[in-house]
Every structure is written in C-alpha cells, then in structure tokens.
C-alpha cells in the first residue's frame, strides 16, 4: 500500500469534495484522512489516501487534473497556492453526522448528494472511534443548505443515502452545538 | 468553525445519554372566554385553544427536526378553571373538562393542565365546585391534569383543604377503580405551586401570565449521570465540590438546548418564550433514571442514609447551571423522584431500601414533593391528608413548592405491585406505619398561619 497526499487549492465551491472523492474512488484509493478549510474565500483540501500498492502518482493527477482545472482548481501532490472567485450565497448552517465502520467512498456518497442540493461544505473532518474490528469513524461536515431547498426532501435523500453507505446520519442546525457549548 | 469536541459531546447526548425536550407547553388564558353559560364558555375555549395550539404538534415535530432533539410531549396548560368558570357548578365543570379533553386530542396534545384551583387561603364558589367535580372529571377525561394549590409560605396552610382533598384523593382512585386508580396519577396536591410549570400534573397558567405564552421543560437524568460516571472515570480522585460542578456544567448544556428549543418553537407560533423548566425527570426507560445518579455518587440506592444530602447537592447544581444558562428559569426546576416513573427508585421501594419516611425527608431539598406514590387502597381520607399536610408543612416554611401526588390503590395492600402503563410506570405500594392515627387533628380544620420569616433557624 502506498500513501499519497492531495492537495486541492483553489475558489471555494459546492462539489469540489464530491469530485475529488469521487475521483480518488474510481482510481482505487482508498481515502484514509481529510481535512478540508476555508479561509478568504480559498478552499484547501488535504487527501490522505492509500492506493492498491501501484505507484498511481501520475495517473492519479492526470485524472484530478482532468476533472478540477476547468473549475480553476490546482492539484498537487505535496502543496501549492491557488486563484479566488466569489462563492454561491450561504443559505442555512447545517451539521450532518455520520457514524459507522470505514470503507471506500463514504465521503464521496455523502458529498455527492450534497452536491446535488447545491449544499455547500464549509468544513469537514472525521474522526476515528473506537479500535480494532469495531473501530468506526464519526464524520462531519458543516453544509451551507441553500435557502428554498426542500428540506423534507434533503432530509429523507440524505438518509437513504446514508442507509445505502450502512451510516447512521444527524442533520441538525448548526444554532444547536453553539448554544450547548458557548456562552 | 465548530471544534470536533462541541459536535461529538452533543451527538453523544443525544445518541446514548437520552437528551430530549420533555414537554413545550403552551399557556393559554381562558379568562376572556368566562361566561355564565357553560355551554358558551365550551365554545370561546375551544375556538380560543384551537386558535393558539391548532399548529403546536407541528411546530414542536418541525423545530425538533431542524435541530435534531425529540420534542416528547405536546402540552397545553390553562388559567385555573376555578377561576375561569367561577360561576359554574360541579356538573358543569365535568363538561368543561370533557370539552377540554376533546380539544387536546384533536390537536394531538398529550395532556392538558390546568383543571384546578388555589385555595391556600380560602374556597370561592368555583373552587368548591371544581374540586367536587375532580374525581368524576379525571376518571371521564383521559388528558386532562388537576392540580390544588392549598398551602403558601404567604398564607399557610388551609387545612380545610387539606382535609377535603384526602377525601378527594380517595374518592378519584374510587372512582377509577377500575385502572389501579390512575384518576390520582393526574391529581397533584400543591404548596408554592409555581404560575409556569410546564409539567404535569401541575401545569396551569397564573393569573399573573400573558394571555398565550410557551414554556419549557427539560430533562437529562441519564446526561447527568454518564457526566458525574465520565468525570469520575477521569479522575478518581474528584471530590463532592468537583461532582457538583460537573453537574452544574451539564445542567448548563440542557438548559441551553431547552431555551434554543423553547423561543424556535415561540417564534413559530407567534407567542411569547416564557421559561426553561430544568428539571431532572426520569422516566421508566433505562438510562433515564434520577435514582441511578444517586449510584453513581456511592451509594448503594436511592434511600440509603446519604441520600437527602445527595439530593440536596444534585438539585442546588442543577439549579445554579440552569439559571446561567438561561435568561428566564421558572417553574419547579430542580429534581424530581417520582417513585413509579422511575426504574431505579421503584426498585428501591421495591426492595424496601426506600420508605415513606425517606422520601418525605428527601422532599425537602428538592423541587417536588412526594410523587407518584402508591399506597394501600384502605388508607383512611383522613390519614391521607396527614400526609398531605405533613408535605405542605415542608414546602412552607421552607419557602418552596412542595406537592402529594399519592395513589391509594383500590384492593391492593403494601407490597402488591401496580402498573399505570407508559411514561406512569409500575409501582410496589408503599406502606404507611402508623397509618390511621391522625383523624383527630385533621378534623380541627381552620389554617395553620404563614410561619414567620426572620429568626430562621
């Protein structure tokens, strides 16, 4: 197994997570850690992944290459900087949680219905819990829901999505976990 | 940017600690719908709820949606019937109690409170006829709450009513005989009863209220519990001072989600956010109990000597978390002990490790009173409100809201158990040493004064 770190930069909008994971998917990579942050309206994507024991190097950013530069994001696979555009509006905080035992293209199912409702991930992390067999991973992503979506609709895509990927899945305000823990 | 330790405490609370909203209620005055007519006075008070309450299941479902938290309840309280149906008679009030029941269920609430009346310092008409009508009104309603307020520290103690409603207590567990008496499940006997509570059986709206407002009442026994198991874990060496504030910080976090709660579901409806009720109330689900606090905490159960300065502790962190985390705290807000709601406390009255004596020393550091209580369905009216007044004494000279919510449960004696099915629970009926001897001075009457309130001591 060999590990590659991904770098994406470049203007921040809904789907870029979506693709690349989706990529990194249909490459064989296994997808083992990510961070992803926005700062002045850059987005920058860290992928930690692991492939099937090919060295992918060039093939893999050939295909990121092929599917984000039209977007006007930079692939790397150590570090670079990258260009900025306005984003689409915010629409509603949302956080969705999802909890359940690691496999490929986790990520990309749940980005990928995110990109279809237009809803904007603003933060994302995963985190292990538990070891061994029974290890599982709690992964959120903070989402900017556009106004006007059907949230009903949203809601129940979102769980049958997450039933597909054997996840269980928490949508809630993002108001929720400020008043818990702020004063 | 929310950190990972903000997300996954909360989903922790959620997921495996049975953090829930307990109850959104909505107050609604009914003294603009007073008529002499108790068949006009039916209909403004159904037009009125219908009004205000006609989209509250909706609200609560939707804003317990967005944020991820489980509304359990849908309540409605009202202005004391005594009072706004003053004029009519005990019949009369039956049917209003049965209009009321009606509009609850439609509107798919799961109780209504308010079927009740203050008499800490004397009986009106209403009051008469209200309390008569109590017994036969709960045994043909199955969602209405009634509640007597018969003591204050302002006013002292009506023994009057107290004596009446020993006999009203033995005459609503006759009455449903049938169901294991669970007429006095929905019948609570108050001292200092609070304008705003949004639990039941004591919700009622005051007189001093807005004409619609909502009210909150959380709950979190299991959150409190797995806080005190987690700090412990961490630290084996924490120290009472150290417990309480981990209670008092957990008390802080469900404070928080019942006041977000409360004001999304008032902005919905267009009424005013009263209060956050935080109260510990167990229900018989495991997990959800206060008694297992008392555990966690050392010792062996609920009721092992300890046990009233635990309570004490446990209710002063709740309240001093809750009120920094909220900017209006009403109601009881403290911790409750009803003994068939609550597994672990119906195991210790079970297993004889809780007695009588016990829970009413226990009642007065914390917010309620002796409730949920079964005892033997021979209990003389009489012996009854010794009890009644034994409770009232309590919450009035120490200056808070004390309340009897005792089932005498028709043919069955001290050790049978009763089941009162959903969130009432089982129960093994207590007994009552020493029962029996208390006619004389319940037949005295009149009103013990209010106590005074300098040379505390």
Redesign the interface.
Known sequence: MSTTVVFVLGPDRPGIIATVAQTLYEQGCNLEDVSQTCLQRQFVGIFVVASDGQDRGEGLLRALRGRLDPSGLSVHLRSVPAAGVPPESAGEPFVITTVGPDRPGLVAGISGLLARYNANITNLKAVPRGAGAGQEYVTFYEVDVPAGTDRQAFRAALRERARELGLDVNLQHREIFEQVHRI | ??T?R??????E??RSENLDVRTVTLGVSLFDCASDDAGRFIDRVRAKITRLAGNLVDACDEVG?????PIVNKRISVSPIAVAAGGLSAEQMCAVAEGLDEVAGRLRCDFLGGFSALVEKGFSNGDRALIEAIPEALARTGRICSSVNVASTAAGINMDAVALMGRTVRLAAARTADRDGIGCAKLVVFANIPQDVPFMAGAYLGVGEPDAVINVGVSGPGVVKKAIDRARAADPGLDLGGISETIKRTAF?VT??G??IGRRVADRLGVPFGVVDLSLAPTPTPGDSVGEIFQSLGLESIGSPGSTAVLAMLNDAVKKGGIFASSHVGGLSGAFIPVSEDLSIAAAARSGRLTIEKLEAMTSVCSVGLDMVAIPGDTPAETIAAVIADEMAIGVVNGKSTAARLIPVPGKKAGDRVSFGGLLGDATIIGLPGGGGSAGFIALGGRIPAPVHSFKN
């Open positions: 940017m929310l990972e903000e997300i996954i405490a909360t989903l609370m959620l949606l967005v944020y991820g938290i976090k928080r989600v006041e977000l």
